[in-house]
């Protein structure tokens, strides 16, 4: 029974780092309906960001992502302004092929930069640091960090979303586009700033990664792939949504892989699938919410 019940204590706490993983990618389609299949090979960017800025001022990984995140707000902000803007309309087609050659740029760019060997950012004790729970039952530090964490940016986007005037700005764009540009809203700039958060989301998903598992510049797609699964389970465009599928998808993975290890990744896409196969449009669409 104990085992059992630590597979649900770390399935939830791994459904933080999905959520986060999850987060950016439900925030730019909630606000401009833009699939970035490109999102998995940003977050490995970002931790390749935190890697040289902690490695060259001589920072802890958790210093480094508050230097990180200014640079990789920007770096979204013109990337959707000068790039990404330019492929929206009524047409999938342009993005989808945009942010696919993008992924493919960023992997080879960082194969180029760093090679194909793993990496890790380190963080000293707090890396291996447990809290016991009785029963031979430990919560570890760093994902109940990253769970903390999934939790506390999505209270900030939905404090941005809903009580600030550039939250009304991504509502209303959101909603209606033609209707939001008749009433004065920069479109191009109100999707650049969103990119912007998106990418700050991506640094603090990057940051964990990182602290959780190694990484290297191939990792991206399966990563992309975990946060489509939990952005869908959760209900396209919903932010608590989007935490509650990446919970589902943790639990399915650690419930699985106690069952047979063989099958901890299966168990991910069965549940995705059976999700998929009751309610279509996710646990939590947003047009309920």
């Known amino acids: 029974m104990t085992g059992w019940l630590d597979a649900v204590i770390q399935g939830v706490l791994l459904g933080g780092l999905y959520a986060l993983f999850a987060a950016g990618l439900s925030l730019i389609f909630g606000i401009m309906r833009?699939?970035?299949l490109a999102h998995g090979d940003l977050i490995v960017f970002a931790a390749y960001a935190i890697l040289l800025v902690a490695g060259h001022l001589g920072l802890d990984p958790f210093a480094a992502v508050l230097l990180a995140i200014p640079i990789l707000f920007v770096i979204g902000f013109v990337l959707q302004y000068v790039l990404l803007n330019r492929t929206l309309g009524h047409d999938l087609l342009p993005p989808l092929l945009v942010t696919f050659g993008l992924s493919i740029v960023i992997q080879n760019g960082l194969l180029q930069l760093f090679s194909a060997d793993s990496r890790?950012?380190?963080?000293?004790?707090?890396e291996t640091a447990s809290i016991p729970l009785g029963g031979g039952i430990a919560v570890g530090v760093v994902p109940l960090l990253t769970l903390l964490a999934a939790i506390a940016l999505i209270v900030f986007l939905n404090l941005i979303f809903y009580r600030t005037p550039i939250g009304r700005a991504f509502r209303a764009t959101s909603d209606d586009l033609e209707v939001a540009q008749l009433m004065g809203i920069e479109v191009g700039r109100t999707f650049a700033v969103a990119m912007g958060l998106a990418f700050v989301v991506v640094a603090v998903a990057a940051l964990f990664l990182g602290l959780r598992a190694n990484f290297d510049?191939?990792?991206?797609?399966?990563?992309?792939?975990?946060?489509?699964?939990?952005v869908i389970i959760g209900g396209l465009g919903s932010l608590w949504g989007t935490l509650a599928g990446g919970i589902v998808l943790g639990l399915a993975q650690t419930i699985g892989a106690r069952i047979d290890p063989e099958w901890q990744i299966l168990?991910?896409?069965?549940?995705?699938?059976?999700?998929?196969?009751?309610?279509?449009?996710?646990l939590f669409p947003r047009a309920q919410d």
Do not use: K, W
Not at 120 to 126: F, T, Y
Not at 217 to 230: D, M, N, Q, S, V
Not at 267 to 282: E, M, Q, T
């Open 120 to 126: 890790r950012l380190s963080s000293g004790a707090i």
């Open 34 to 36: 833009l699939v970035n």
């Open 267 to 282: 168990a991910g896409h069965l549940a995705f699938l059976a999700v998929l196969a009751i309610r279509p449009r996710g």
């Open 217 to 230: 510049p191939t990792i991206g797609p399966a990563r992309l792939l975990y946060a489509f699964e939990a």
